[in-house]
């Protein structure tokens, strides 16, 4: 009875999360009061079947995005505080993130928030059962500035960007005071 009532309340918080896609190149979206844009980047050696980041509006990474490669999701989601939770690497195996400051970072009302480049290395054992991978949340600002000069031009003249992930840097800070002289 325990174990059922326990999966029953899984699978409802796991329901909860909405699946998004990332903006396509070019388009430029109106933000909502109160929302701001995340954009992540992700590194794999391997296509992941999810991503399940938690906030004021869980979200959830469909495949779509996450495929082999680097990739750039480009969202847009209410301000407040967010965590990557889980990755799902396939059908049957799953990351979750233990260490929440790691993986934390803050979306800013009216901005676009850099939180990083989410990396993931997979490896597969000699035992179907077994499966190794590594992750770690870099930050790539430069890179993430290039993808959205060439991507989404007109959304940089409307909106600053910002790092918002783990740890401090003032890359986007320094660029903005340059341009204002």
Known sequence: ?????????????????????????????QLEQDKGFILLGVETNRDLKLIKISGPQSIKLSSKDI??????????LEAGTYTIDRVKLDDIFYMKF???EN?????LPGQ????????????????????????????RSSEALEFLEEK????LKVHKV?????????FFEFLNSVNKE
Request: hydrophobic letters at 40%.
């Open 67 to 76: 495929k082999e490669g680097t990739n750039y999701l480009l969202v847009d």
């Open 98 to 100: 233990e260490e929440e």
């Open 162 to 170: 910002k790092y918002a992930g783990p740890g401090q840097d003032r």
């Open 103 to 107: 993986w934390e970072f803050e979306i």
């Open 1 to 29: 009875m325990r174990l059922s009532l326990f999966l029953l309340v899984a699978l409802l918080l796991n329901a909860c999360a909405t699946r998004v896609t990332s903006l396509k190149p070019n388009e430029v979206k």
């Open 112 to 139: 676009i928030s850099y939180v990083g480049h989410f990396e993931m290395s997979r490896r597969d054992s000699a035992y179907f059962w077994r499966v190794y991978a590594d992750a770690e949340l870099e930050n």
């Open 152 to 155: 989404y031009p007109e959304l």
